[in-house]
Nanobody, 129 residues
Framework: QVQLKESGGGLVQAGGSLRLSCAASGRTFRRLSIETYAMGWFRQAPGKEREFVAASTWSGGTYYPDSVKGRFTISRDNAKNTVYLQMNSLKPEDTAVYYC??????????????????WGQGTQVTVSS
């Protein structure tokens, strides 16, 4: 069992920046480590489907859709079991609830919600024009 908790959301003006954090924890007989997990960020705006935002694989690869490429950066601190999403040059269309997700079974569908096994509860990001 893996628990994910996002933080760092809020209200920001267009052109501004936010950094989201996702802390992972779990109740297993071993100390939880995200080192071997792929971690992802998704977002969902009202009335829209959940959308892929960024992914970080255990081997160090990072992936982004064109809509955020060059503006968003995913990073991870395995020692802290934490994943980050640095968001720069924010636009009103980035407004959504942002979710962190963990792929613990090596599903490898990093850009699809179905490729992840655990999800956080989300954090709201609102970008005003």
């Amino acid at each position: 069992q893996v628990q994910l908790k996002e933080s760092g959301g809020g209200l920001v003006q267009a052109g501004g920046s936010l950094r989201l954090s996702c802390a992972a924890s779990g109740r297993t007989f071993r100390r939880l480590s995200i080192e071997t997990y792929a971690m992802g960020w998704f977002r969902q705006a009202p009335g829209k489907e959940r959308e892929f935002v960024a992914a970080s694989t255990w081997s160090g690869g990072t992936y982004y859709p064109d809509s955020v490429k060059g503006r968003f950066t995913i990073s991870r601190d395995n020692a802290k079991n934490t994943v980050y999403l640095q968001m720069n040059s924010l636009k009103p269309e980035d407004t959504a609830v942002y979710y962190c997700a963990a792929d613990v079974n090596s599903n490898s569908d990093y850009d699809k919600p179905g490729g992840y096994d655990y999800w956080g509860q989300g954090t709201q990001v609102t970008v005003s024009s």
